[in-house]
């Protein structure tokens, strides 16, 4: 049961959100608060969670998910709605928990800062982060999945952090170094969508791969990770960012690697597991550069 659990929560990538969580609170590391960044942390995690519980929920009543049952492990969601092993009320009620304990973590971040204003910002994300899959807005289903995410753990993750630390929103040198995160998070959710594309376009469920056909789609993941290393090299020049940052550039041959399988091997889903491994690789490892980099 606890094997089921874990998979469902798809606890092995939460650090997608945690690192650029970390990055936004180090920015401004001279004026670093313990305290709200661990309530924040909390926050964020099972923000994330509650929002990966109920995408399979929702992907799960719409027939996405039931359009191939096998599970791949990075893409296609948990699959145990469709193998019978969780019930569907389960994912229903583990992302309501999952919701208020990050609301409770966001009341106690409230206390600390002595701003409420930061339970309203939370309920703004959570209803956002839910709108990815829930209707009405079903984000994901209405070519608009790649920005909800790009936004999720771009900028709302990186000036987050930033601004419990600082108690500034907007400010233009966390945006600016909350781009990469942004970018290369879209990157693993677009390398996603490609093998899912059978399915999802039986289903209704629309997204960049719609828009050019899996055939032609490694070419929009070039493009998006152009735009994560361009972020980079601006975060760099304006002296956001430590001479070790220059170090994430090495990853462009991963990067490259990956656009090449999601090329050869768009119709293979076994064949395309590799790539979804790379685009979640770099996303983190460029996160952990990026923290060295800012210290």
């Keep these: 049961m606890l094997q089921n659990i874990i998979r469902a929560l798809r606890l092995p990538f939460i650090g997608v959100s945690i690192l650029p969580f970390i990055l936004g609170s180090l920015i401004a590391r001279k004026n670093f608060n313990p305290s709200g960044f661990l309530a924040g942390l909390c926050a964020v995690i099972f923000t994330h969670l509650s929002a990966n519980l ?156 719609s828009l050019c056909g899996p055939q032609k789609a490694f070419g929009i993941y070039y493009l998006i990770v152009f735009s994560g290393f361009c972020s980079i090299g601006l975060g760099a020049y304006l002296g956001y960012l430590g001479f070790i940052a220059i170090f994430s550039f090495a990853l462009i041959f991963s990067a490259f690697k990956a656009g090449m399988i999601l090329k050869g091997h768009y119709a293979d889903k076994a064949r395309l597991i590799p790539a979804s491994k790379l685009a979640i690789n770099m996303q983190m490892l460029i996160s952990i550069i990026l923290i060295l980099g800012l210290l």
């Design 54 to 209: 109920i995408n399979d929920y929702f992907d799960s009543e719409s027939g996405a998910d039931w359009q191939d049952k096998r599970f791949y492990g990075f893409f296609g969601g948990s699959k145990l709605i469709q193998a019978g092993r969780l019930a569907a009320k389960f994912y229903l009620g583990a992302a309501l928990l999952c919701a208020g304990m990050a609301g409770f973590c966001v009341v106690i971040l409230a206390a600390i800062l002595k701003s409420y204003c930061v339970i309203l910002i939370y309920l703004l994300i959570i209803i956002f982060s839910w709108q990815y899959t829930a209707r009405p807005l079903s984000f994901s289903y209405n070519y608009l999945g790649e920005l909800s995410l790009f936004l999720l753990f771009g900028p709302v993750t990186v000036m987050g952090g930033y601004f419990i630390q600082t108690g500034i929103f907007p400010d233009l040198k966390s945006f600016i170094l909350s781009l990469p995160a942004g970018f290369f998070t879209a990157a693993i959710l677009f390398t996603n969508e490609i093998p899912d594309f059978p399915g999802d376009s039986k289903t209704g469920k629309n997204n960049l791969v």
